[in-house]
């Protein structure tokens, strides 16, 4: 697992300030019919970040007391960026338990999906 003392202080806020996280929506297959019934949402740093898995960056989010202050950016980013895809069908988010339990977690959450 990534040490979050060696990674920049500070670098991890400035990417979810600017929203600078790529999201790629991998399609999720029956594979009784083989059609596609919806698509994960998945996330990733920009690629001169020194975080190369959500794993990281969310050990550093930890580190610098933003982990749900990131999550709501993801989901927020996913959301967005799949309803602009105008790909068809559902998404599938992960969202941390932590999220949906912080004070505005849920509404934040409800509020992005509607």
């Known amino acids: 697992m990534p040490d979050p003392s060696r990674m920049p202080v500070g670098e991890l806020r400035r990417l979810i300030e600017a929203r600078?996280?790529?999201t790629h929506f991998q399609p999720i297959v029956d594979t009784v019919?083989?059609?596609i019934v919806g698509h994960e949402a998945l996330v990733r740093a920009p690629s001169a970040a020194p975080w190369n898995?959500?794993?990281?960056?969310f050990v550093q989010a930890d580190a610098?007391?933003?982990?749900?202050?990131?999550?709501?950016t993801l989901i927020e980013l996913a959301i967005t960026r799949f309803r602009a895809s105008g790909?068809?069908?559902k998404l599938f988010v992960n969202v941390m338990p932590a999220t949906l339990f912080a004070a505005d977690g849920l509404k934040v959450c409800i509020h992005v999906m509607t």
């Open 87 to 89: 790909v068809p069908g």
């Open 53 to 57: 898995s959500p794993l990281a960056f």
């Open 64 to 72: 610098e007391d933003c982990a749900i202050e990131l999550d709501l």
């Open 20 to 22: 600078r996280f790529a």
């Open 33 to 35: 019919s083989r059609a």
